[in-house]
């Protein structure tokens, strides 16, 4: 029988270690998400690594791209969303882009904050799309 000290450090490394695993399982749950479908702008920033904050920025400024493109989004929906709590009773247009749309947005997007140029190489590299 091994010492109840081994036992807890064991206990508590697996329950890191699960941690670990649960996010990473996460991670690329929703990358795949986002190449089987349409997914909106925020949402592939994040699944390409862009922390959430940044990701809500960068997604304005490929929305403004794509307006000066001339690129409308693959799919449109109506959702009933509680992204701020409360019971959600006012829905929200939500446009959902495909990869290769993303991907034209990225190469024609020139941001001038730094994080926002990090973001854009991620999301590039994420979609395929040469930077």
């Known amino acids: 029988m091994s010492h ?8 508590t490394n697996r329950r890191t270690l699960r941690a ?5 399982v996460a991670a690329t749950r929703l990358a795949a998400s986002c190449r089987r479908r349409p997914r909106s702008l925020t949402t592939v920033a994040v699944a390409a690594g862009v922390a959430k904050n940044t990701a809500a920025g960068v997604a304005s400024g490929l929305r403004s791209v794509a307006k000066r493109l001339g690129l409308t989004p693959a799919a449109t929906a109506r ?10 009773r006012r829905s929200h247009s939500v446009y959902r882009w495909t990869l290769a749309q993303v991907a034209r ?3 024609a997007y020139r941001p001038r904050k730094a994080e926002y140029v990090a973001a854009v190489a991620l999301i590039a590299a994420f979609t395929g799309g040469a930077r």
């Open 79 to 88: 959702t009933r969303r509680t992204v701020a709590g409360g019971r959600a």
């Open 105 to 107: 947005l990225v190469a």
């Open 4 to 11: 109840p000290s081994i036992r807890r450090e064991r206990r």
């Open 20 to 24: 670990t695993l649960r996010r990473r």
